[in-house]
């Protein structure tokens, strides 16, 4: 879709996002614009799937509002959430380069804009100026680094650190603010336990020794965060 077939709310939201992307970062100005002439925007409500796990990315996608659960699902029926995805992060890179499956589904946890670009018009730009190879090789590399140190973390970490690392950082980008130093997160159990890697039953044990300790809260479907800066120090 070429840029000037943008509604102007849809243009302004690019040109604000695009640029600060980290892999685009470092892009001079006429390679991003042209990068921009090729998106299009797709509107996904939430629950709606944008990628499947094991299936080829047909292009790039960069969140440009809302936010997307990344996951995947084991053949035995368990299910492990990597992140929940918010703006300026992209997905389906690498199967755009190598043509091979997405390692995780996403879904969209709300109601996301998402900017696509299609695989044939990102890989003959890359072909066009090789110069930018560089800057996909870094990003490729810094989510290695990511998904190594995850690993580290996983093996090495307590699950109470890790659960409340993860309150944290949920609140941080996601949280609302409903009372005097209370915030709240729409987050269930199943959800937390997902993300970690442990069973709901773990989860909820853990909750509670926070529960008793007056830093959350534990309410149908949320949790609320009475004591943000206490809980980033457990």
């Known amino acids: 879709m070429p840029a000037d ?3 102007p709310e849809d243009m302004l939201l690019i040109q604000r996002v695009v640029p600060e992307m980290q892999l685009f970062r470092n892009w001079p100005q006429h390679d991003v614009q042209g990068l921009i002439e090729d998106m299009r925007v797709i509107r996904d409500p939430a629950g709606r799937c944008l990628l499947r796990q ?4 047909d292009g790039l996608y960069a969140i440009a509002a809302g936010s ?8 035995d029926g368990r299910r492990y959430i990597r992140r929940f995805a918010q703006p300026g992060m992209l ?8 043509g091979r499956g997405s390692t995780y589904s996403y ?29 996909v090789a870094n990003h490729v590399g810094d989510f290695q680094r990511m998904a190594l140190a995850l690993l580290d973390e996983h093996i090495f970490e307590r699950l109470h650190v890790r659960l409340t ?6 609140a941080k980008t996601y949280g609302i603010p409903v009372g005097p130093g209370v915030i709240g997160i729409k987050i269930t159990q199943d959800d937390l336990g997902n993300l970690l890697g442990v069973t709901r039953q773990s989860v909820s044990k853990e909750l509670k020794r926070l529960e008793r300790s007056k830093l959350v809260r534990i309410e149908y479907g949320q949790i609320m965060l009475t004591n943000v ?6």
């Open 165 to 170: 690392r993860v309150l944290v950082a949920i």
């Open 68 to 75: 997307v659960e990344v996951s995947a699902g084991h053949e």
């Open 54 to 57: 094991g299936e080829i990315a």
């Open 107 to 135: 879904v969209a946890r709300e109601n996301t804009k998402i900017l696509f670009v299609r695989r044939a018009a990102f890989l003959a730009m890359l072909a066009r100026n090789p110069k930018l190879w560089p800057s």
């Open 91 to 98: 997905f389906g890179l690498v199967s755009v380069l190598d």
């Open 5 to 7: 077939t943008f509604s």
């Open 229 to 234: 800066p206490a809980l980033g120090k457990v």
